[in-house]
């Protein structure tokens, strides 16, 4: 990673501050138009499910190359319960929680890459990856 930010997540405010350093980066790296949109998005869904789901965790920002090719990684850490069931959770309209369900699926179609590595009662970690056209 060229350049690397961290931003705690606990409450709505830090998803607010998530996805404005998310933007700010992408634009860094050279991100326009839509694709910043998409970039801080993606964030704001991963950052969302820290809260509802965990109460607390981080989000990982960098500029990452691959090939010649530039981009942005996101990591969405946190050591709430786990996922019991990721396959499931990754259906659009599927939640635990009182939301529509579009957090995680949402946030898979608007980035290029998405990973996702949960354990029951040890925490869940979302890996993002978008690369600039």
């Known amino acids: ?26 634009a860094k790296v050279g991100f326009v138009g839509s694709d ?5 998005t993606a964030i704001s869904e991963v950052a969302r499910n820290i809260i509802s789901y965990a109460d607390n965790g981080e989000i990982l920002l960098g500029a990452t190359s691959r090939d010649g090719r530039e981009g942005l990684v996101v990591v ?8 019991p069931d990721i396959e ?3 259906r659009d309209g ?19 890459e998405f990973e996702i590595v949960s354990e029951l009662g040890r925490g869940t970690t979302v890996t993002m990856r978008k690369w600039r056209r």
């Open 36 to 40: 910043l949109t998409l970039i801080a």
């Open 1 to 26: 990673m060229i350049e690397e930010m961290r931003v705690a997540v606990s409450r709505d405010a830090d998803i607010v501050t998530a996805r404005q350093l998310g933007r700010e980066l992408a």
């Open 88 to 90: 499931l959770a990754m």
């Open 76 to 83: 969405a850490q946190d050591h709430g319960p786990g996922i």
């Open 94 to 112: 599927y939640s635990t929680g009182r939301s529509l369900g579009l957090g995680l699926p949402g946030a898979r179609r608007l980035m290029d």
